[in-house]
């Protein structure tokens, strides 16, 4: 029987940050497909070709750098021309070399932060990891109600991460009392839409799945989050310009003992389709962010099991 399976082309994608936090792109070359479009520096893997290796060649022929220091980050998939085109993005912490234009038309450094520094022509699959860029590895859901001393971690720790905040069941007092804390030490805080009432953030909401659907704009000036359960809700909150959202469930969870998880293969299928940065939750440890990043995540979401490793 011939084989109907879509042929997989691998790719390694190198992501270069000055010290201002300003990341590296790349023009196509006018004999190329989306020729004047821009990207992060990369190409195919060649016939027994690792992808460390892969990145390591792709750079220096087309930038001029060794690199010498670099870490897996996201790895996102695209159907294309009846392939699938499977890119891995790595986190480049050290090179050495002056940046030449060899087999790029121009190269310049932006912003991730500000859209307005961005080129008008990006390939599409690179808008997820631009976006990807200003987002922590973590975000954290509090739970006072089990765990009424998590705030008291926070100072302490020297991990990245955005906190939303949701208590439904402390009375205002008491989530005004808990906002005063969390902001004390001067973390970013989301207010789930269902504190919208009690609480006014200066960061950013986070909505619920419902609350989602009944908004037809958004603050552009303030960061905002959703929860979400499906492909059509995340394509809703990108249509917003919603920042992230988080997609559950990812396994079995305390919350909702008799709700299969989606698994992995699942939660993949849906993120690879949008262009908005996804969050994994579902009974994340941290030895699941990486899971995450395999499997096209910018990284994930906790209400329970993080809260105890912060360090």
Same mark, same amino acid.
């Given at each position: 029987?011939?084989?109907?399976?879509?042929?997989?082309?691998?790719?390694?994608?190198?992501?270069?940050?000055?010290?201002?936090?300003?990341?590296?792109?790349? &023009?196509?070359?006018? #004999?190329?497909?989306?020729?004047? =479009?821009?990207?992060?520096?990369?190409? *195919? %893997? $060649?016939?027994? !070709?690792?992808?460390?290796?892969?990145?390591?060649?792709?750079?220096?022929?087309?930038?001029?750098?060794?690199?010498?220091?670099?870490?897996?980050?996201?790895?996102?998939?695209?159907?294309?021309?009846?392939?699938?085109?499977?890119?891995?993005?790595?986190?480049?912490?050290?090179?050495?070399?002056?940046?030449?234009?060899?087999?790029?038309?121009?190269?310049?450094?932006?912003?991730?932060?500000?859209?307005?520094?961005?080129?008008?022509?990006?390939?599409?699959?690179?808008?997820?990891?631009?976006?990807?860029?200003?987002?922590?590895?973590?975000?954290?859901?509090?739970?006072?109600?089990?765990?009424?001393?998590?705030? &008291?971690?926070?100072? #302490?720790?020297?991990?990245?991460? =955005?906190?939303?905040?949701?208590?439904? *069941? %402390? $009375?205002?007092? !008491?989530?005004?009392?808990?906002?005063?804390?969390?902001?004390?030490?001067?973390?970013?805080?989301?207010?789930?839409?269902?504190?919208?009432?009690?609480?006014?953030?200066?960061?950013?909401?986070?909505?619920?799945?419902?609350?989602?659907?009944?908004?037809?704009?958004?603050?552009?000036?303030?960061?905002?989050?959703?929860?979400?359960?499906?492909?059509?809700?995340?394509?809703?909150?990108?249509?917003?310009?919603?920042?992230?959202?988080?997609?559950?469930?990812?396994?079995?969870?305390?919350?909702?003992?008799?709700?299969?998880?989606?698994?992995?293969?699942?939660?993949?299928?849906?993120?690879?389709?949008?262009?908005?940065?996804?969050?994994?939750?579902?009974?994340?440890?941290?030895?699941?962010?990486?899971?995450?990043?395999?499997?096209?995540?910018?990284?994930?979401?906790?209400?329970?099991?993080?809260?105890?490793?912060?360090?």
């Amino acid at each position: 029987m011939q084989n109907t399976e879509p042929k997989k082309i691998r790719v390694s994608a190198g992501i270069l940050l000055d010290q201002n936090h300003n990341v590296l792109l790349t &023009k196509r070359l006018a #004999s190329q497909t989306w020729s004047e =479009y821009w990207e992060f520096p990369g190409g *195919k %893997l $060649e016939t027994n !070709e690792s992808l460390d290796q892969c990145l390591k060649r792709e750079l220096l022929e087309e930038i001029n750098i060794s690199v010498v220091s670099a870490s897996r980050w996201i790895t996102r998939e695209f159907d294309q021309d009846n392939k699938i085109l499977q890119v891995t993005f790595f986190l480049i912490h050290q090179w050495i070399g002056e940046i030449q234009n060899k087999d790029v038309a121009e190269h310049k450094w932006i912003d991730p932060k500000n859209v307005k520094d961005w080129p008008e022509l990006i390939l599409p699959k690179n808008l997820y990891i631009l976006r990807a860029l200003s987002l922590p590895p973590l975000y954290l859901i509090t739970d006072a109600y089990e765990n009424p001393e998590f705030h &008291k971690k926070i100072g #302490s720790s020297k991990r990245k991460f =955005y906190i939303q905040l949701r208590e439904p *069941k %402390l $009375e205002k007092d !008491e989530l005004i009392k808990l906002e005063l804390n969390l902001k004390k030490n001067n973390r970013h805080i989301l207010i789930n839409s269902r504190h919208v009432h009690e609480l006014s953030s200066d960061f950013g909401i986070h909505f619920t799945e419902s609350d989602l659907f009944k908004q037809t704009q958004v603050n552009p000036n303030k960061i905002n989050s959703a929860s979400v359960h499906s492909l059509e809700s995340i394509q809703y909150a990108q249509k917003l310009g919603i920042n992230f959202v988080v997609l559950s469930q990812v396994y079995e969870t305390k919350s909702h003992p008799l709700k299969k998880g989606m698994g992995w293969n699942a939660f993949r299928a849906i993120v690879n389709q949008v262009d908005i940065p996804v969050y994994a939750l579902g009974g994340m440890g941290m030895d699941d962010l990486d899971q995450s990043y395999n499997n096209g995540g910018v990284g994930i979401a906790s209400q329970r099991k993080i809260w105890d490793l912060l360090n």
